[in-house]
């Protein structure tokens, strides 16, 4: 059973554009949610968090919404650029109360940024 | 602050042979996980290890062992290697169970 699903697989934009990758889930005990970045030969880099109690999270061009009633939450880049090319990994955990952690990841959605 | 790293970087065994990995963690970070990474599957949670103990489980065969010393560095063991068993495996670490994770550079493990 696939508890975090992610959407779409794969996803190309122009420089500039501003591309949003899906994720929804399944277990209503999942409390955290990370976003993480690979690119070929490398392991995942985490990018950013959001926690439940916000519906929406900026780090640089990089935004997290969350909508917890649906148990969906969502990943945009501003400004996408070519360097942002690489796959991106969606995942959860139900880690608050330190006896379950565990990261349970989306399949991935490699991005390709045009120039 | 030097990163997770991983060792070996890459591994070619046979089938039947068995393979240790090797993480050193964050300097500080006590709190190891082990992933195993593939095409079809993904990243899959294999376990987590925290002040020498295993914590957390995921659902993989009892091929696949693991331990964390005093100075939270983590060996993983796969032993009895079947093909399927090819695959990135990363390990991740953090300060505590519950902190963020922070992944290394992944061992490439190919069994022929």
């Known amino acids: 059973q696939q508890q975090v699903k992610q959407s779409p697989q794969s996803l190309i934009v122009q420089k500039g554009g501003i591309p949003i990758i899906n994720c929804a889930y399944e277990n209503t005990a999942f409390d955290y949610f990370p976003w993480y970045q690979q690119f070929p030969g490398k392991g995942p880099a985490l990018l950013i968090a959001i926690r439940p109690d916000v519906s929406e999270k900026k780090e640089g061009r990089f935004t997290i919404s969350f909508n917890k009633s649906a148990k969906q939450f969502s990943l945009h880049i501003m400004d996408s650029q070519p360097g942002d090319s690489a796959t991106y990994f969606c995942?959860?955990?139900?880690?608050?109360?330190?006896?379950?952690?565990?990261?349970?990841f989306g399949k991935g959605t490699l991005l390709t940024v045009n120039p | 602050k030097a990163g997770v790293t991983q060792t070996p970087r890459y591994l070619i065994k046979t089938r039947g042979q068995q393979v240790t990995l090797s993480c050193s963690p964050i300097?500080?970070?006590?709190?190891v996980s082990w992933y195993q990474q593939t095409p079809g599957q993904g990243l899959q949670f294999l376990f987590e290890y925290f002040s020498e103990t295993q914590r957390n489980k995921g659902n993989f065969p009892g091929r696949f062992s693991g331990r964390q010393f005093s100075n939270s560095r983590s060996e993983m063991n796969v032993s009895t290697l079947e093909l399927g068993d090819s695959a990135l495996y990363l390990c991740?670490?953090?300060?505590?169970?519950?902190?963020?994770?922070?992944f290394g550079p992944g061992t490439r493990l190919t069994v022929l």
């Open positions: 991740a670490s953090s300060l505590g169970p519950i902190n963020e994770q922070f």
């Open positions: 300097s500080g970070h006590r709190s």
């Open positions: 995942a959860a955990s139900e880690g608050s109360g330190g006896s379950n952690y565990k990261l349970t």
